[in-house]
Structures are given as C-alpha cells and as structure tokens.
C-alpha cells in the first residue's frame, strides 16, 4: 500500500514536472515576442530620428521602445522564474523517486527475510522429524 501512494506521488510530480515545462516554453515564447516587439520599436524610433525632426513622433517612438524593453524584462523575468519551478519541481521529481526506490528495496528485503525465516522454519521441522525417526529407530533397536 504504501508503494502505491509513491508511485501515484511520482505520478503526480512528473505531471507538476511537465506542467512547469509547459509553462516555461510559454514564458519563453513571450519573451520571444517581446524581444520581436522591442526591435519593432527600435527601428521604429531609428526611423524617427533619421526623418525631419518631429518630437511628438519621436516621444511616442521612445515611450514606446521604453514599454517594450520593460516588458520583455518582465518576460525575462517569467522565464527565470519558470526555469526555477521547473527545476524545483525536477528536485521533488527525484526525491519521489528515490523515496518508492527505498521502498521497493525495503519491500524486497522483507521479502527476502520472511522466506529466509519460512525457510529456516521448514529446516527446523524437517531436523526435528529427523532426529525423531532416529531416535524411534534407535529405541526399536535397543528393544531387540
């Protein structure tokens, strides 16, 4: 019973493990969005610039560069966070399966041990009926 409740909490930690996954190739999607905005942006303020000089324009250029560049911080950020937890969540992944491991190896040597001892059992019964035929047949000898 108790192999089965590791086994279902290994299941249930490769699954936290290929969730986290999923949510990392996510983040790393949007980061990659982001950064693909970000350029956006920086051409679009280059191509400001180099026009005839209009400051609203190149403003909502800069403001807009500046947007992107924090948001894909923020993507960034999600992305180490989502390698984090899905490096946690690889640690507990082996951790469950180092624990049923364990129990698997204690099930194995109490398994081992109790026919050890079933057989030592039947050795002992068997010495026993032995050594009463022997001395059935002894006192039957010292009878005739």
């Known amino acids: 019973k108790l192999m089965q409740h590791r086994q279902r909490e290994l299941d249930a930690r490769l699954l936290r493990l290929s969730e ?11 980061l990659a969005a982001e950064e693909h905005a970000l350029e956006l942006a920086r051409a679009d303020r280059v191509a400001a610039i180099s026009k005839v000089f209009d400051a609203l324009r190149l403003t909502e250029s800069n403001d807009w560069m500046m947007a992107c560049a924090h948001r894909r911080e923020l993507a960034t950020a999600g992305v180490l966070r989502a390698q984090k937890a899905v490096s946690e969540a690889h640690a507990q992944l082996l951790s469950a399966r180092n624990d049923l491991k364990k129990i698997e190896l204690l099930a194995e040597r109490l398994a081992k041990e109790e026919l050890a001892r079933a057989e030592r059992g039947e050795q002992r019964l068997a010495d026993e009926f032995a050594a009463n035929r022997f001395a059935e047949t002894e006192k039957r000898r010292d009878e005739s």
């Open 20 to 30: 986290k996954r999923r949510a990392e190739e996510a983040a790393r999607q949007q």
